[in-house]
């Protein structure tokens, strides 16, 4: 593996962490009853999707 394609993968991963911290937080203030933005949480879970497609089009070569 080379080192730009390390780089890359901690990006990703960055991304992925990041989005699954902001779904979490959507999902406790929904769980405490607290009106939660429906497009912000698609939003999110879009961005999630993406990520974990970059990864495996990244480990496939």
């Given amino acids: 593996m080379e080192r730009e394609q390390l780089v890359k993968m901690k990006d990703i991963f960055k991304t992925l962490a990041e989005t699954s911290e902001e779904l979490i937080s959507m ?3 929904e769980e405490a009853g607290e009106d ?14 993406i990520s974990l497609m970059e990864m495996q089009a990244l480990s496939n070569g």
């Fill in 27 to 29: 999902y406790d203030k």
């Fill in 36 to 49: 939660v933005d429906s497009k912000k949480m698609e939003a999110a879970v879009g961005r999630y999707m």
